[in-house]
Nanobody, 120 residues
């Protein structure tokens, strides 16, 4: 089992940067595959990025976002650069013990979410 807590969201202007953090509990962090999803009002939760041995990104964030992990700190990060108003959403951290997935159903554990708002 693992518990996840996101932080680092906020209000920024278009073109600015933010770094989100996801702190995981327990000592089994390195055994999990990690991902970030996001959900805007009235829209479905969508895949953003994932990390196992390699990293994976949705086309909408490639070249702007970077996912990384620090197993010693039990933390996953999402560095977001060149933010756009369409990036506005609640960002969720997710963990899977069964491998990386691009779909919500592939993840067993979720954080509470952190709000990111990008003004135009």
């Amino acid at each position: 089992q693992v518990q996840l807590v996101e932080s680092g969201g906020g209000l920024v202007q278009a073109g600015d940067s933010l770094r989100l953090s996801c702190a995981a509990s327990g000592r089994t962090f390195s055994n999990y595959d990690m991902a970030w999803f996001r959900q805007a009002p009235g829209k479905e939760r969508e895949f953003v990025a994932a990390i196992r041995i390699s990293t994976y990104y949705s086309d909408s964030v490639k070249g702007r976002f970077t996912i990384s992990r620090d197993n010693a700190k039990n933390t996953v990060y999402l560095q977001m650069n060149s933010l756009k108003p369409e990036d506005t959403a609640v960002y969720y951290c997710a963990a899977s013990a069964g491998g990386v997935s691009f779909f919500r159903q592939g993840y067993d554990h979720w954080g509470q979410g952190t709000q990111v708002t990008v003004s135009s």
